[in-house]
């Protein structure tokens, strides 16, 4: 047998095994939301035979409507003689997942940049990191309004500010595991370029960065989706009209007669996190080939 016939065969098998993969992610995928479905509507069957009271949630139509009617409604128009609601939620997710986009990446370049600082200089760490903690527990709700009104002052487009706000989300555990990821280097190989006198560039490029990618997309992760959350909640003060947290806020309003109209928002909200994650998770998959030897 030829080479080539054998690497022609490597391929049609690698491929092969590829589509089944898939094909089995596929359908854990569906079962995954079929159960979650049917879960769904036991409990409102349970909550509604009962009468079953959690606190000052009562389980109804209202406050618990079915998962048929909400998807439904996404296929109904918005308004009398508008556009479906899905074309709305859709223009509504594809603005505010820019907004999160930039927010995303400008966080993970400053929470970077803070962690690499950080990395090299014991005392500024020890001098800076508790502030850092710490800025993380004022609630985004209001740190919203004066980045807005800080930055509105000074021209800067309300996009720009939700972008902000998203990016105050993101950074902090970027910074925390860039910090991590760069001391997991392994102290041999630190010992071997530092042997051939490589500077400071050349082993945080070569080494600690390379060391730090596990770290680093286990943090892509987490502020991937707190991005659109503080995109959405970035929204509301920023009067931004078009985004989902404008959408949210006006369906909001019409829940008593409408509420699957809401719900549906939040799930068209979710499915824009999921696709964030799913998005790093490719990255990882792409850029990471394997895990550093030494991280357990």
Not at 194 to 216: D, E, I
Not at 221 to 243: R, Y
Request: avoid cysteine; charged fraction near 15%.
């Amino acid at each position: 047998m030829s080479v080539a016939a054998t690497a022609r065969e490597t391929r049609a098998a690698s491929a092969g095994d590829w589509a089944l993969r898939g094909a089995r992610q596929a359908l854990v995928l569906l079962g995954v939301l079929a159960g979650l479905w049917a879960l769904w509507e036991a409990f409102k069957w349970v909550g509604e035979a009962t009468e079953l009271r959690i606190r000052a949630f009562q389980v109804n139509d209202r406050t618990f409507p079915h998962l048929h009617e909400i998807v439904a409604s996404l296929f109904e128009p918005s308004r009398r003689g508008g556009p479906m609601l899905i074309e709305v939620l859709l223009d509504a997710a594809l603005f505010t997942a820019r907004e999160a986009a930039a927010g995303f990446a400008l966080g993970a370049l400053v929470g970077f940049t803070i962690g690499t600082v950080l990395a090299h200089s014991r005392l500024l760490q020890r001098g800076f990191l508790p502030y850092i903690v710490a800025s993380q527990t004022v609630p985004i709700l209001a740190i919203a309004p004066m980045v807005v009104v800080w930055l509105g002052s000074r021209g800067i487009a309300g996009w720009m500010s939700v972008a902000v706000i998203a990016a105050y989300l993101t950074f902090f555990p970027v910074a925390i595991n860039t910090l991590r990821g760069l001391h997991a280097a392994d102290p041999r190989a630190l010992e071997l370029m530092r042997s051939y006198a490589a500077g400071t560039w050349s082993v945080l490029w070569k080494l600690r960065v390379h060391a730090a990618m596990p770290f680093l997309f286990a943090a892509f992760k987490i502020s991937a989706t707190a991005s659109v959350v503080g995109a959405i909640i970035g929204e509301l003060p920023a009067g931004v009209p078009d985004g989902l947290g404008t959408a949210i806020l006006n369906f909001n309003q019409y829940y008593a007669t409408a509420p699957e109209r809401l719900w549906a928002t939040n799930l068209v909200a979710a499915a824009v996190g999921i696709v964030f994650f799913l998005i790093v998770v490719i990255a990882e998959k792409l850029v990471v080939r394997r895990a550093p030897e030494h991280v357990a």
